[in-house]
């Protein structure tokens, strides 16, 4: 089964086209994957503005799925998938109703998938049927969860951000340190020469339930925004001690220091938590998808962790950590799988929770 793959969930318009292999192990091939970038058009605000994107989105996804299909070799498709949600509702709508349409014109049926597990099934992608049980973080600029999975598609949400996520907490603290947007990769490139025990900053361990959630246990859960304000405590207290007018940066070393100290915590934190709920639950392996599993750091870390506790771990490649189609066609093929099919007057649901398949 060849299946083609539309993602517009924020910033990035993108198109593939994935098919089957027959191998239960690896049962996914990509054969295309094209990416529009709006980097460009966002980075002059600091961060992405939603009418541009939505817009943006008209303007390349008719390109995009055309240059998809070329590349892949195909003209005719067996499915399309989706992203229907979470996301900009506007950036969100563009690629709904592309996708829409071009399943009613070709007659072919059309699965609405969530971000989300497109983001798990880009572990599978890359490497694989993952051991079950397995644990898996996605992390990124608007997520930053941990499930639990027991069984093919389905996914038990163990816990979650309680204020910001971690690639929100590094695009604040990257510009904070005036490193410009978006400040995950930036981060990492300063950071790399930094003293990561430069700067003592704390790390957030919750041990009471969230009240607008009391299901989820306490200890499963994350909070990114205790150090964001250590680090502008920090930063300010430094900026005052050397007399900086507003707009001078602090010395390029100290910028170094606090970036590694301020990367070492997150990584710790969001690893911690992790290999916690692995070692509680029995896991055989682990995972991390989202935009933020680009950080090098957390690369090297949880392979490290991951060795040392005899756990296989799963990464993407850098090309499947950020948003893009083919994770999207992938988590199609899995509802495929599982029997699911949809109708055409599904709508974008800018909040849409992440329901087993």
């Not at 497109?118 to 049980?133: A, F, R, T």
């Not at 930053?144 to 949400?157: A, D, F, K, P, S």
């Not at 083919?326 to 109708?343: C, K, N, P, Y």
Request: proline share 5%.
């Amino acid at each position: 089964m060849v299946v083609l793959g539309i993602e517009t969930s924020c910033d990035e318009t993108a198109a593939a086209v994935v098919e089957e292999t027959g191998d239960p192990l690896r049962p996914w091939r990509v054969k295309s994957s094209i990416i529009a970038s709006q980097f460009e058009i966002h980075r002059q605000w600091g961060g992405v503005v939603p009418e541009l994107s939505a817009r943006q989105h008209i303007r390349d996804i008719c390109g995009v799925v055309e240059r998809a299909l070329a590349d892949a070799g195909v003209e005719a498709y067996d499915a399309i998938a989706v992203t229907q949600g979470p996301g900009l509702v506007g950036s969100l709508l563009v690629g709904l109703s592309f996708a829409k349409a071009l399943a009613w014109a070709k007659s072919v049926p059309l699965f609405p998938v969530h971000h989300l597990a497109g983001h798990i099934e880009s572990l599978v992608l890359e490497g694989g049927e993952m051991p079950l049980p397995a644990i898996v973080l996605v992390v990124s600029g608007g997520h930053t969860n941990l499930y639990r999975i027991e069984e093919v598609g389905v996914y038990e949400l163990l816990g979650r951000t309680r204020d910001d996520a971690a690639g929100e907490a590094f695009d604040k603290v990257a510009k904070l340190l005036g490193l410009g947007y978006p400040g995950g990769p930036a981060i990492d490139l300063v950071a790399a020469h930094g003293d990561d025990r430069a700067v003592p900053f704390p790390k957030t361990k919750l041990t009471h339930a969230d009240r607008n959630a009391p299901e989820l246990p306490g200890r499963r859960d994350f909070s990114f925004s205790g150090l964001k304000t250590s680090v502008r405590r920090y930063v300010t207290a430094r900026r005052e001690e050397r007399g900086l007018a507003p707009g001078d940066p602090l010395p390029r070393q100290h910028i170094s220091d606090i970036a590694a100290s301020f990367q070492r915590v997150v990584v710790e934190t969001l690893l911690d938590q992790l290999f916690d709920a692995a070692r509680s639950y029995g896991a055989r392996s682990v995972g991390i998808a989202g935009g933020v599993s680009a950080n090098s750091r957390l690369r090297a870390d949880v392979a490290a962790r991951g060795r040392s506790r005899g756990l296989q771990v799963f990464v993407p490649t850098l090309a499947l950590s950020t948003d893009n189609a083919a994770m999207i066609a992938a988590a199609g093929l899995r509802r495929h799988r599982a029997g699911l099919e949809s109708r055409l007057d599904i709508d974008a649901d800018a909040s849409l929770a992440l329901r087993t398949q």
